[in-house]
């Protein structure tokens, strides 16, 4: 419980949180190997929005390409990342009662010139993702090299005060998926994640 203690109390107070090395170097190091092996294969979608029958391709609105992360092609780095977020969704729940269930999520790479507007990640009609996990994984990433999260900080609003996050190697963000409007800036060189979703009662 210690170490999430810091991100706890910013979901508590502002709904959102930021945390430089939230992995080991070495686990952070793995993950970004892995990402960087499963884009040359070839084993990335582009990215769609909406759900099920309704997921459309919108290169106007998203140009990222994701690969989900599945229970059984699960990779040792995959498997402590995951299981370091459950004690994540188990300390939130102790502390702040957010019923949080279960944890989805896929990797995402933005090839040079991709973006994502500003939206929120909870599906209309749908209740179910209720905040949003994100780790970056760019080990070389300088400023000028684009991709950066920019986040609302006003609950609710699309414009207003922001923060823009700088997508380095470990660092992670969360936030309430319902409440925090954000977009990627055009990535300027390959930019790699994992971005997820804590669930609740669908
Ligand atoms: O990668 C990021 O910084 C945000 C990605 C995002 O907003 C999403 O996939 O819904
Ligand atoms: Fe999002």
């Known amino acids: 419980m210690s170490n999430h203690r810091p991100i706890i109390d910013d979901i508590h107070r502002q709904g959102w949180s930021v945390t430089r090395d939230y992995l080991s170097s070495a686990e952070s190091h793995g993950?970004?190997?892995?990402?960087?092996?499963?884009?040359?294969e070839g084993e990335f979608r582009r990215a769609g929005v909406g759900r099920g029958k309704d997921l459309k391709i919108r290169e106007d609105v998203r140009k990222d390409h994701v690969m989900?992360?599945?229970?059984s092609e699960i990779t040792n780095c995959q498997n402590a990342y995951l299981k370091r977020l459950?004690?994540?969704?188990?300390?939130?729940?102790?502390?702040?009662?957010?019923?949080?269930?279960?944890?989805?999520?896929?990797?995402?790479?933005?090839?040079?010139?991709?973006?994502?507007?500003?939206?929120?990640?909870?599906?209309?009609?749908?209740?179910?993702?209720?905040?949003?996990?994100?780790?970056?994984?760019?080990?070389?990433?300088?400023?000028?090299?684009?991709?950066?999260?920019?986040?609302?900080?006003?609950?609710?609003c699309e414009d207003g005060p922001f923060e823009l996050i700088e997508p380095?190697?470990?660092?992670?963000?969360?936030?309430?998926?319902?409440d925090f409007w954000?977009?990627?800036?055009?990535?300027?060189?390959?930019?790699?994640?994992?971005t997820g979703w804590f669930r609740g009662r669908p």
């Open 31 to 40: 993950l970004s190997d892995e990402v960087r092996a499963a884009w040359q």
């Open 68 to 71: 989900w992360l599945q229970e």
């Open 86 to 156: 459950d004690r994540l969704r188990q300390d939130i729940n102790q502390s702040l009662f957010l019923g949080l269930l279960d944890f989805e999520g896929h990797f995402a790479i933005y090839p040079e010139g991709a973006f994502y507007k500003p939206h929120l990640d909870r599906h209309r009609l749908s209740m179910d993702r209720l905040m949003t996990v994100i780790l970056y994984l760019n080990p070389d990433w300088q400023p000028g090299d684009g991709g950066e999260l920019k986040i609302r900080t006003t609950p609710g």
């Open 168 to 178: 380095r190697l470990g660092t992670m963000v969360c936030f309430l998926s319902g």
């Open 182 to 194: 954000h977009e990627v800036l055009p990535a300027k060189k390959t930019r790699a994640s994992i």
